[in-house]
């Protein structure tokens, strides 16, 4: 048995109960920014005072009678959406084995394209700058890859210009003496894909 594949999820229905609400996104976006409680951004300060004069609820520090909010500083920061909106938009996101379109986006949460394009990007780009810390280590396995599509005479770019760079191994770099224990899938990268090789430490 596969076990990524089989791995625990959060099913859509799981994601209404827990989520449904704008009082139950809130409190988990709460519990995510202050675990413990809150913390003035500007002097750290935990006394403070909650203002409910506006449809979200604006924290007051008390000693430096700074405000701040749930959303500022988020990607949610400057949204006229509920964040019931944004939570679905990120477990559809997430969920979506081989990626989601901003066109789906916008068919799912039935919003215009220009906010479900912007919505996508902030959400996508949160989610780079996390993995950004995180390295490749032990053994990586890469399957084939293929970037762009058929050349004029019909031919696909793997079997015209693409160029076997061998399995990769260690820290995403292509190491050759590992051809024999690694299964036979290769790592194909077209000549002008620099950045590709890049992100995978192969020299150009």
Same mark, same amino acid.
């Not at 913390?39 to 909650?50: E, Q, S, T, Y």
């Not at 479900?116 to 890859?145: F, I, N, P, S």
């Not at 970037?147 to 190491?175: F, I, S």
């Given at each position: 048995?596969?076990? !990524?594949?089989?791995?625990?999820?959060?099913?859509?229905?799981?994601?209404?109960?827990?989520?449904?609400?704008?009082?139950?996104? $809130?409190?988990?976006?709460?519990?995510?920014?202050?675990?413990?409680?809150?913390?003035?951004?500007?002097?750290?300060?935990?006394?403070?005072?909650?203002?409910?004069?506006?449809?979200?609820?604006?924290?007051?520090?008390?000693?430096?009678?700074?405000?701040?909010?749930?959303?500022?500083?988020?990607?949610?920061?400057?949204?006229?959406?509920?964040?019931t909106v944004w939570?679905?938009? !990120?477990?559809? !996101?997430?969920?979506?084995? *081989?990626?989601?379109?901003?066109?789906?986006?916008?068919?799912?949460?039935?919003?215009?394209?220009? *906010? $479900?394009?912007?919505?996508?990007h902030k959400l996508?780009?949160?989610?780079?700058?996390?993995?950004?810390?995180?390295?490749?280590?032990? *053994?990586?396995?890469?399957?084939?890859?293929?970037?762009?599509?058929?050349?004029?005479?019909?031919?696909?770019?793997?079997? $015209?210009?693409?160029?076997?760079?061998?399995?990769?191994?260690?820290?995403?770099?292509?190491?050759?003496?590992?051809?024999? $224990?690694?299964?036979?899938?290769?790592?194909?990268v077209y000549p002008?894909?620099?950045?590709?090789?890049?992100?995978?430490?192969?020299?150009?």
């Amino acid at each position: 048995m596969n076990r !990524i594949q089989f791995q625990p999820g959060m099913s859509l229905f799981e994601l209404f109960r827990r989520f449904g609400t704008e009082a139950q996104c $809130a409190a988990a976006l709460e519990q995510a920014r202050w675990p413990e409680d809150f913390r003035c951004p500007r002097c750290g300060g935990a006394a403070h005072c909650v203002l409910g004069v506006r449809a979200r609820k604006t924290f007051q520090c008390n000693a430096c009678h700074h405000q701040t909010s749930l959303i500022a500083g988020a990607v949610f920061e400057g949204t006229k959406l509920g964040l019931t909106v944004w939570f679905l938009a !990120i477990y559809l !996101i997430s969920q979506a084995k *081989t990626g989601l379109s901003a066109l789906a986006l916008k068919r799912d949460l039935g919003v215009s394209y220009p *906010t $479900a394009w912007l919505m996508h990007h902030k959400l996508m780009q949160a989610m780079v700058e996390r993995e950004a810390g995180y390295v490749l280590c032990g *053994t990586v396995q890469v399957d084939d890859a293929y970037l762009g599509g058929e050349l004029n005479d019909g031919t696909c770019y793997r079997a $015209a210009n693409w160029q076997c760079l061998g399995e990769t191994a260690g820290r995403g770099k292509c190491d050759r003496s590992h051809r024999a $224990a690694l299964p036979r899938k290769a790592v194909y990268v077209y000549p002008l894909a620099a950045d590709f090789r890049a992100a995978l430490g192969v020299a150009p």
